[in-house]
């Protein structure tokens, strides 16, 4: 059975930093990835990571938000720093093993994968 499992919201100021972790069991997946969604918004894609540690990234992450998994330990990781109000959401992990790191963060391709997390919450104060 495959499971996807986050951790690591919790609510910071502004300019906090945050770890969130996803433990994934079942399967060791090709793509791995992280998706948000704020309140009356879509889900977006944030971050994806493949095997070969290769990355990508939403242009509003890019130089704070950074992926990386423990392959042994088939962990991913997003470790968020700067944080903004703006990162506020819902935050799920989310696996596949077609997909490559830039068709996953296309937000028009999010039915096509393949497994998903429950989601943690991360709240960013002013």
């Known amino acids: 059975q495959v499971t996807l499992v986050e951790s690591g919201g919790a609510s910071v100021q502004a300019g906090g930093s945050l770890t969130l972790s996803c433990a994934v069991s079942?399967?060791?997946?090709?793509?791995m990835a992280w998706f948000r969604q704020a309140p009356e918004k879509e889900r977006e894609g944030v971050a994806a990571?493949?095997?070969?540690?290769?990355?990508a990234y939403a242009d509003s992450v890019k130089g704070r938000f950074t992926a990386s998994r423990d392959k042994a330990k088939n962990i991913l990781n997003l470790q968020m720093n700067a944080l903004k109000p703006e990162d506020t959401g819902m935050y799920y992990c989310?696996?596949?093993?077609?997909?490559?790191?830039?068709?996953?963060?296309?937000?028009?391709?999010?039915?096509?994968?393949?497994?998903w997390g429950q989601g943690t919450q991360v709240t960013v104060s002013s």
């Open positions: 989310a696996a596949d093993t077609i997909l490559t790191i830039a068709t996953i963060l296309d937000n028009r391709r999010q039915n096509w994968v393949a497994y």
């Open positions: 079942g399967y060791t997946y090709s793509t």
């Open positions: 990571i493949n095997l070969a540690d290769e990355t």
